[in-house]
């Protein structure tokens, strides 16, 4: 019996260590599958403005079918991104920042915004950012920037996308 | 058994034990929520830097992208009321009022999380779907057929599946005890 102590210890070791780098694996790889996905096709820092989700458009688990969805993965390895939001009046809207461990670190609806378009700065600590903008600082480089927009019915996307096309996101 | 053998297997108990746990616990940790409330649960530390790691990790299998708590508060249900698995072959009815909260819908998915095709495209129930008269009490029929009268929110016969309840900007006395909430109600009729 007395030669499985080592062996058990050692499971028991293994079994917390890989309890815990599993869950960041969870955390920080399913965050990283997303930005890539959402980037596929447009790029990094790009708003990318999905279809509706359906059974056959389903870039992320759990997609509401009642909100369009617009997503800019970003990557500020290169410099800081500039967020621009529109909101629709009347309905819900928001704009949130999510970081590389799936953090909010930002997040502002419509009714916070007074209805009215406005602009965020995604920046590393210590990246020089332009004067008067309001800037969100994250402490990874790669996230999602993902703007939510309340549909009463399916077929109003057409109405209302030019608006939400008014949303953006670039590289400053 | 030799040595080294002893402790390869106990390497490997480890990893599976370890990386099994995560599995199972990532893949219920919306059910077993911080709060409950009827067939409803929730964890209302989404998207938080004070979330615990299993929040997080179980966040991104199950919820990946979720607002917090201030903005929209997700309600998950995969049991009845006596705790049987929602079976998409069974009629349920789902009444309540409208919701404390700015905007509120309730989704059909299935157990991962993903919305399944049906005929009729519809994936949701929403308070835009209500009428002025039915904000004190409405009701919806989950079924595979569609109901002779009244909203429906389409099952798929043969697949378990689970309910996703959405409160946008919750109300401030909501927010103050989401456990005393009055929570939509969902009742088994039979099954196919």
Redesign the interface.
């Known amino acids: 019996m007395k030669?499985?102590f080592?062996?058990?210890?050692?499971?028991?070791?293994?079994?917390?260590?890989?309890?815990?780098?599993?869950?960041?694996l969870?955390?920080y790889g399913?965050?990283e599958a997303?930005v890539r996905k959402t980037a596929a096709d447009t790029g990094l820092n790009k708003m990318r403005y999905n279809a509706l989700?359906?059974?056959e458009n389903?870039p992320?688990?759990?997609?509401?079918?009642?909100l369009a969805y617009a997503a800019c993965a970003y990557d500020l390895t290169d410099g800081p991104v500039v967020v621009t939001m529109a909101p629709v009046p009347g309905r819900?809207s928001?704009l949130?920042v999510?970081d590389a461990?799936?953090?909010?670190v930002f997040?502002r609806?419509d009714?916070q915004a007074k209805e009215k378009p406005f602009q965020i700065v995604i920046a590393r600590d210590g990246q020089a950012v332009p004067a008067g903008k309001e800037v969100v600082r994250v402490g990874y480089d790669r996230g999602?920037a993902?703007v939510?927009l309340?549909l009463?019915?399916p077929s109003e996307i057409k109405s209302l996308e030019p608006l939400r096309r008014q949303s953006s996101c670039r590289q400053i | 058994m030799k040595?080294w053998q002893?402790?390869t297997?106990?390497?490997a108990?480890?990893?599976a034990?370890?990386?099994g746990?995560?599995?199972q616990e990532?893949g219920s940790a919306f059910d077993s929520g911080s709060v409950t409330n009827g067939i409803w649960s929730t964890s209302l530390n989404y998207?938080?830097?004070s979330?615990d790691?299993?929040t997080?990790?179980a966040?991104?299998?199950?919820?990946?992208?979720?607002?917090?708590k201030?903005?929209t508060v997700y309600w998950a249900a995969s049991r009845d009321s006596d705790g049987k698995p929602l079976d998409g072959s069974c009629t349920y009815e789902l009444t309540g009022k409208a919701l404390d909260s700015?905007?509120w819908?309730v989704?059909y998915?299935d157990r991962?999380?993903?919305?399944?095709?049906n005929d009729a495209?519809i994936?949701?129930f929403?308070g835009?779907s209500i009428t002025p008269e039915e904000k004190a009490g409405w009701k919806v029929t989950i079924s595979p057929a569609k109901p002779v009268a009244g909203h429906w929110l389409p099952g798929v016969k043969g697949q378990p599946f689970e309910l996703?309840l959405?409160m946008?900007?919750p109300g401030p006395a909501f927010v103050k005890d989401p456990k005393a909430a009055e929570l939509p109600v969902l009742k088994k009729e039979g099954c196919a």
């Open positions: 030669r499985w080592g062996p058990t210890a050692v499971a028991l070791l293994v079994a917390a260590a890989a309890w815990h780098g599993g869950l960041a969870a955390t399913l965050m997303a989700a359906t059974p389903q992320v688990v759990r997609p509401s079918p009642d819900y928001s949130s999510f461990r799936t953090d909010v997040v609806n009714q999602i993902l939510r309340l009463n019915t | 040595r002893r402790y297997l106990g390497v108990v480890g990893l034990a370890g990386f746990l995560v599995w990532t998207g938080i830097a979330a790691p299993l997080r990790a966040v991104a299998r199950r919820g990946l992208l979720a607002l917090p201030t903005e700015r905007w819908s989704t998915y991962d999380g993903y919305l399944v095709p495209r994936w949701s929403s835009a996703t959405r946008y900007n």
